[in-house]
Each structure stands twice: as structure tokens, then as C-alpha cells.
């Protein structure tokens, strides 16, 4: 049996609901939902900062929950709506979150953004976004290199109604 045989034969037909739309897809067992979101899908504004479930950048929410998804294998998420940034705003208009880190300036190069504000959505939607502490605690998964987290903050409270 040849190697691409037997790759062929480990892959798995699943199905996928991401940002309302379902796909089809041959997933080898192996392959993590952050690969399978970017490189089969297309769906790159997903980043990978660290691999190691350490960054938070590639935080996406599977069925309402924030999950990190280099966590998590593509297989796993069969059955769950899986949102990614590219899913967050309606019919053009930002979601009150991404509107929040535009007008608080919450981001400087962007890296983390995606991860970070599906961090906060999670962290508003579970009523765990009470204060400031509250809220640093709730996306201290989350790492940002450039902003020192004072705008990102400021922005989640203000989206959570806090400020
Ligand atoms: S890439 Fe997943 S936590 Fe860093
Ligand atoms: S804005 Fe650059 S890593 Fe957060």
C-alpha cells in the first residue's frame, strides 16, 4: 500500500458549520481545526501566533464558546456552529464588539485582534464581562504584543456596558 494510499485511507468525511454555511469536507483525523479553518476553508483572518495553545490568536467560538483552536481537532467540531471573525459582523455592519476596538483603538498591528475580540464575545455573552478585572482575567488567554491591553479592555467594557 502506498504512503498517499494510506493517507487516503485515514480520512475522515465530516461536516462542518462555519459562519452559518456547511461544508464537506475529508479531514485527516490529525489535522487541527485552526489548519482546517485557514488552509481548506480559506478562512486565514484566523492567525496562528504560537501553535503551542499559549497566544490566543487563533481563538474562534465553537457553538458560542471561546476555543482556541490549535486545540482542537477539525474532527472534534463536526456538529457545532463554528464562528470565525469572518462571520462576526451582519450584513456589512460590525459587530457591537469589533465597533467598540475600532472607536477605543483596541489594536496596532491586528495579529491577535480576531482571537481577541471572539475572546470577548464569549467572555460578554457568558456575563463574565462584570469590571476591569473581570475582564483582564477573562482574556488573560489572550496575549497582545502591541497594545499594553488598556485599550482592549476600555473597549470590552464598553461593549459589555460596563463603562
Ligand atoms: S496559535 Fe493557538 S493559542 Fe497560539
Ligand atoms: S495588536 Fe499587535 S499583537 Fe495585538
Redesign the pocket.
Known amino acids: 500500500m502506498s504512503i498517499a494510499r494510506k493517507g487516503k485511507d485515514l480520512l475522515r468525511r465530516v461536516a462542518l458549520t462555519v459562519n452559518g454555511t456547511r461544508h464537506e469536507l475529508e479531514l485527516e483525523p490529525r489535522e487541527l481545526l485552526?489548519y482546517v479553518l485557514r488552509e481548506r476553508l480559506g478562512l486565514t483572518g484566523t492567525?496562528?501566533?504560537?501553535?503551542?495553545?499559549?497566544?490566543?490568536?487563533?481563538?474562534v467560538l465553537v457553538g458560542g464558546e471561546s476555543v482556541?483552536?490549535?486545540?482542537m481537532l477539525g474532527v472534534q467540531a463536526e456538529g457545532f456552529e463554528i464562528t470565525t471573525i469572518e462571520g462576526l459582523a451582519t450584513n456589512g455592519d460590525l459587530h457591537p464588539v469589533q465597533q467598540a476596538f475600532h472607536e477605543h483603538h483596541a489594536l496596532q498591528c491586528g495579529f491577535c485582534t480576531p482571537?481577541m475580540v471572539l475572546a470577548a464575545v464569549s467572555l460578554i455573552e457568558s456575563g463574565g464581562a462584570t469590571d476591569e478585572e473581570a475582564i483582564r482575567e477573562g482574556l488573560e488567554?489572550n496575549?497582545c504584543r502591541c497594545t499594553g491591553y488598556h485599550n482592549i479592555v476600555e473597549a470590552v467594557a464598553a461593549a459589555a456596558g460596563v463603562i
Open positions: 485552526v492567525t496562528v501566533g504560537c501553535d503551542t495553545s499559549a497566544c490566543g490568536a487563533c481563538t482556541k483552536s490549535c486545540t482571537g488567554g496575549l
